[in-house]
């Protein structure tokens, strides 16, 4: 069965810190790949995405994410966090436009 | 441009009571997504329609989910008898056609069944 799994439920950093967040993902065929962050009090948008190419994608807001394909993850990274990156962060999946399948989340608390 | 809209924001509602939940979908996207997150969880796949297709119902978890979208604007997510364990976020996307899977989204509708 299709699944997304986020390895961490609630991060807390100070600021500066550096940042990943795991994802892995089990999907047959050709796979989208996608990192979604839900701010406080806000809806969800788009931090970044990959679809084929350059397996490392940057995003908005310094945020990158590498596609490893041998592993199956498409981990979130960010070299130094700010107090505003404090957020939820969700990785999904799909299969070219069908429905999102999407991991249950990371709570990310950033400490000022 | 305007984005996805989706009303109410929130409603409560009694246990039992059927309930509608409507869905504004940017101008012109072809694809629209409803997903329901529920406290905790991650946001789970509810119904897609794409065009004049046959909407992939596969994540409707019972038959008193439902969903109709007219054409290629409004949607409604009707949930009939709602039960407690309903209570959650319901999500709307939505998809323009052609190339890009970025899927856009609303602010959700906060259901709370009493």
């Known amino acids: 069965a299709q699944s997304v799994s986020q390895h961490n439920h609630h991060v807390i950093l100070s600021e500066a810190a550096s940042l990943e967040l795991g994802c892995n993902y089990s999907y047959g065929g050709t796979v989208n790949l996608f990192w979604y962050v839900q701010y406080p009090g806000q809806h969800l948008q788009l931090l970044l995405k990959?679809?084929?190419?350059?397996?490392l994608v940057k995003g908005i807001k310094g945020f990158e994410a590498e596609f490893i394909k041998s592993k199956f993850s498409f981990n979130l990274r960010k070299p130094s966090v700010q107090w505003s990156d404090t957020a939820e962060y969700f990785c999904?999946?799909?299969?070219?436009?069908?429905?999102?399948?999407f991991g249950q989340g990371t709570e990310l608390s950033v400490k000022p | 441009g305007a984005g996805v809209s989706q009303s109410p924001s929130n409603k409560v509602t009694e246990k039992g009571k059927d309930v509608e939940l409507r869905c504004d979908p940017i101008s012109g996207h072809t694809a629209l997504y409803w997903y329901r997150q529920r406290l905790g969880q991650g946001l789970e796949f509810l119904i897609y329609f794409q065009g004049n297709s046959a909407p992939d119902k596969s994540g409707l978890p019972s038959d008193r989910f439902s969903a109709e979208r007219t054409g290629e604007s409004v949607s409604t997510l009707t949930i009939q008898r709602t039960q407690q364990e309903d209570s959650a976020v319901y999500l709307c996307a939505s998809r323009p056609s052609g190339g890009s899977y970025e899927q856009y989204f609303g602010p959700g509708t906060r259901l709370t069944v009493t």
């Open positions: 999904a999946a799909d299969n070219q436009g069908g429905k999102l399948i």
């Open positions: 990959y679809f084929s190419g350059d397996p």
